[in-house]
């Protein structure tokens, strides 16, 4: 074996890059973050062949002066961070110093900035095998530009694993879509070959930013989208949650910041997933585009070199702010309840220690008025059995007697003259016994009859068991669990927290434990499966979710048995007061398995299908 040796400045480089230059969208995204973090506002990107070829990032930012061009291509040189505090509250988007070193040890790079406004601006360019860098003046305006040629031209092994310039070019499209939504104030231009390939205006105002978001996830996003904006104490979350309705069947349509920043984190994912669980149907993805802000010492950007994730310093808090906000934003989203419809006012809350340390989402309290109609008949929480014995007494104008759903001698009169008409309208009729029919202001509106008694029922009775919390049911016989000690240490650690879940433990040994009591509602069910996954969610996240999850399971199955089923026949009274409780029902728009629970078909739309007006 060979002595110890220093490797070369191009070598070192080449090895770094590894880390940070996987391909030109990888190039072009620390570009445009050296931009973003010198305050440009106007962004120009020019890529030829997928960026394989040529790329060029100009902007108007603060420019570098002359003497630090030759330090701005040296590894580990930076002007953002200069003492070990600054990299533990780091707020900017850059901060290592090797971007551009390793960029140009595996490309042609030339770098050229100015300073003024006026006035020559110079030239760097890399050059020989030690890197050296050769400065002359350039004719170029305040900012800086830099053009990489050649990627990979020095190293083949890297360039052989580039794809098709088309599928490059689409990466490169991702990179810019991500920093267009987390930077609303600065105007992007993007040219492919010599022809424009996309453009964002600076969007200031929350409708120009609506525009910029429906351009990189599409209209069909924001007419499905709800804009909220929910602060407690140091933290803030905003942005646009899609409705539980436009799920998709991958994960492409989820944008997650964190002081700007674009990162993948599983405390976040598993909060978002959790906020969405019982509304999706199986396998689907929500879409969201979402913003946290918290203090930059909160959060430890240095634990990833290509800086995709992140680590909270306290992830249980983050994790309980995001599950409560965007459990409660999603619980709004049903009829009556614009998906579309920004929040009026920000959310405010005291934040209240919960059973799985987070927040509740019961504390977070909106500015945002009753609307007039949930105040109508709401069924009463006991003495449930048939669906006319629940539905209370909703008489119609122009109805008549209690007539069955679609006999000729009923009518709802004409809907378009009420003052004020409930979202999902009045009943006119029901088909097959499986759906409702429906007129509001829109046009005809289609009820799933079963689906949504479903979800009514279900989320009744979830609020008549939280009320009255976790009954435990004492075993006969304790249940020994094998562990590993971690394991063990974990659940004597929060014997507590599974006091308030309805189990009790003991610890019995380094690598067991006894369960002397479960859920009187889980009684009969595996009892150790059901313990390991509460454990590894502690370990993993912090809190768990999992014995509630069971539990709503058990309480949907009950629900679905008990609600009305189809083939069975409503008065139009009964229909409406179904539709009343829709109404005043949190996630009343999809039922138990996610499913949805109804939809419109707008006058437009139903005179399309028929050609009026052609």
């Known amino acids: 074996m060979s002595r110890i040796h220093l490797l070369s400045p191009r070598l070192a480089n080449q090895i770094a890059a590894g880390e940070v230059v996987e391909r030109p969208a990888s190039v072009v995204k620390e570009l445009l973050e050296n931009s ?5 506002d106007t962004v120009d990107i020019d890529i030829e062949q ?33 003492a070990l505090d600054d990299l533990e509250a780091v707020g900017t988007l850059g901060f290592r110093g090797e971007a551009l070193a390793s960029i140009a ?17 110079w030239l760097a360019r890399c050059e020989g095998r030690d890197m050296t860098v050769g400065v002359e003046p350039t004719a170029h305006p305040r900012g800086t530009s830099v053009e990489v040629r050649d990627l990979f031209f020095n190293t083949p092994a890297r360039r052989k694993f580039l794809r098709t310039e088309k599928t490059e070019y689409s990466r490169i499209d991702d990179v810019l879509k991500k920093l267009a939504l987390s930077h609303f104030d600065v105007a992007f231009t993007l040219r492919h070959n010599s022809k424009p390939a996309r453009r964002f205006p600076a969007a200031t105002t929350q409708l120009e930013q609506e525009r910029r978001v429906a351009a990189v996830c599409g209209p069909a996003f924001m007419e499905q989208a709800r804009f909220f904006n929910t602060e407690v104490g140091d933290l803030r979350l905003w942005g646009w949650l899609g409705a539980p309705t436009f799920s998709r069947s991958q994960a492409d349509l989820q944008f997650f910041y964190v002081n700007g920043r674009s990162i993948r984190d599983k405390v976040v994912s598993h909060a978002v997933r959790q906020a969405y669980q019982d509304v999706l149907y199986h396998g689907r993805h929500p879409a969201y585009v979402l913003f946290l802000e918290l203090p930059a010492t909160d959060v430890d950007v240095n634990v990833h070199p290509t800086k ?3 680590r909270f310093r306290e992830s249980r808090t983050v994790h309980g702010f ?37 927040i509740s989402a019961a504390t977070m309290q909106h500015d945002t008025p009753t609307p007039a109609y949930q105040h109508p008949v709401i069924f009463p929480a006991r003495d449930r059995g048939t669906v006319g014995e629940q539905m209370a007494v909703y008489q119609l104008p122009g109805q008549k007697g209690d007539g069955v759903a679609g006999s000729n001698n009923s009518s709802n009169g004409d809907v378009t003259e009420q003052t004020e008409i409930p979202p999902l309208g009045y009943a006119l009729s029901q088909l097959r016994g499986i759906y409702i029919l429906a007129e509001n202001r829109e046009g005809l509106v289609l009820v799933d009859m079963h689906a949504a008694h479903e979800r009514i029922t279900y989320e009744q009775m979830k609020t008549a068991y939280n009320s009255v919390g976790v009954a435990a049911q004492p075993l006969l016989v304790p249940e020994a669990l094998a562990l590993s000690e971690k394991e063990a240490d974990c659940g004597e650690s929060h014997l507590s927290l599974f006091e308030t879940l309805g189990i009790t433990l003991q610890r019995a040994g380094p690598e067991s434990l006894l369960v002397r009591a479960v859920p009187a509602l889980l ?13 590894a969610d502690l370990l993993t996240h912090g809190t768990t979710r999992r014995i509630e999850e069971h ?19 409503l008065t139009l009274t009964e229909m409406n007061a179904l539709l009343r409780e829709m109404e005043a029902t949190e996630r009343s728009g999809q039922c138990n398995h996610g499913r949805p629970t109804w939809t419109q078909l707008s006058m437009n739309e139903l005179d399309a299908l028929f050609m009026r007006g052609r």
């Open 523 to 535: 009684r009969g069910a595996a009892v150790e499966p059901l313990v390991r996954d509460v454990l």
């Open 50 to 82: 997928g960026g394989i070829k040529r790329m060029r990032i100009r902007d108007n930012g603060s420019g570098i002066d002359k003497d630090d061009l030759p330090l701005a291509i040296s590894r580990h040189a930076t002007s953002k961070i200069l």
């Open 105 to 121: 040890s595996v490309s042609r790079l030339s770098l050229s900035s100015n300073t003024f406004d006026e006035g020559a601006g």
């Open 322 to 358: 995001l599950y409560g906000s965007l459990s409660r934003i999603v619980a709004e989203m049903g009829p009556g309840r614009d998906a579309g419809e920004p929040s009026s006012g920000i959310v405010t809350g005291v934040p209240v220690t919960h059973v799985d340390g987070g």
């Open 551 to 569: 539990i709503n399971e058990i309480l949907s199955t009950m629900a679905c048995h008990g609600s009305v089923r189809a083939g069975r026949q």
């Open 36 to 40: 973003l973090d010198a305050g440009a």
């Open 308 to 310: 995709h994730e992140v």
